[in-house]
């Protein structure tokens, strides 16, 4: 149980268009989802919460209208990179809970998305 | 700003060895977590912690959730290829959303 499915899992794109990712949570219902980043060989860093229903909240430097977050139902939330630099290259990934559980119970974690920017 | 200290970054051993990281921070944790992390997925969860002095075992892996509340270890007895890998440690705190915090990882090669 508890498989949050993240798609896609690779893609390449070019400068200045958006790419969106989608996070599912296939077996459980998740009020809350978590999109962190990773650069190679370098830590989870936390981005932003997406809320279901209510906007995201996004940690310190990270630009809320870089990285657009939208949680419309119970299972899925969905992170949009609009306007990619080079720089935005890196992978994504995204966790939840079952509503249910309490706050510190563990996350799941979706399998990343590898985002190259060209 | 929160943040976790883990060590060692990496880790050569041999297979069969046994293996000790830990992580520590300034501030107080209520939950200490333990993931595995295989190249190019998302990190698996190994161990998970939530009572102070609490010692839990899964497997050859056994963790400890520090009686100050600001540390933790992971120890991986007679490690095997498999074992290969990045592992982090994570905590989140009272009041914040239920967000998890990392540590930097530790990357554990195991020659055979």
């Known amino acids: 149980g508890a498989v949050v499915s993240q798609h896609p899992s690779r893609v390449i794109c070019k400068s200045g268009t958006s790419v969106k990712i989608e996070c599912r949570s296939l077996?459980?219902?998740?009020?809350?989802m978590f999109w962190y980043r990773q650069f190679p060989k370098q830590s989870l860093m936390l981005m932003a919460t997406s809320n279901e229903g209510s906007k995201a909240t996004y940690e310190q430097g990270v630009e809320k209208d870089k990285f657009l977050i939208n949680h419309a139902s119970l299972t899925l939330s969905t992170l949009t990179v609009t306007s990619a630099h080079p720089e935005d290259s890196s992978f994504y990934i995204c966790?939840?809970?079952?509503?249910?559980?309490?706050?510190?119970?563990?996350?799941?974690f979706g399998n990343g998305t590898r985002l190259t920017v060209t | 700003g929160q943040q976790l200290n883990q060590s060692p970054q990496s880790m050569f051993i041999q297979e069969g060895e046994d293996v000790s990281m830990n992580c520590t921070s300034s501030?107080?944790?209520?939950?200490w977590l333990w993931y595995k992390q295989d190249p190019g997925e998302g990190p698996v969860l190994l161990i998970a912690?939530?009572?102070?002095?609490e010692l839990t075992s899964n497997g050859r892996l056994t963790a400890q959730f520090g009686i100050t509340r600001k540390d933790s270890f992971l120890n991986i007895s007679a490690s095997i290829p498999s074992d290969v890998g990045i592992y982090f440690c994570a905590g989140s705190f009272y009041n914040q959303g239920g967000k998890l915090i990392f540590g930097q990882g530790t990357e554990l090669s195991v020659k055979p």
């Open positions: 077996d459980f219902q998740a009020t809350t």
């Open positions: 966790s939840a809970r079952d509503y249910r559980d309490a706050d510190n119970s563990p996350l799941h």
């Open positions: 501030s107080i944790f209520n939950t």
């Open positions: 912690l939530y009572k102070a002095g």
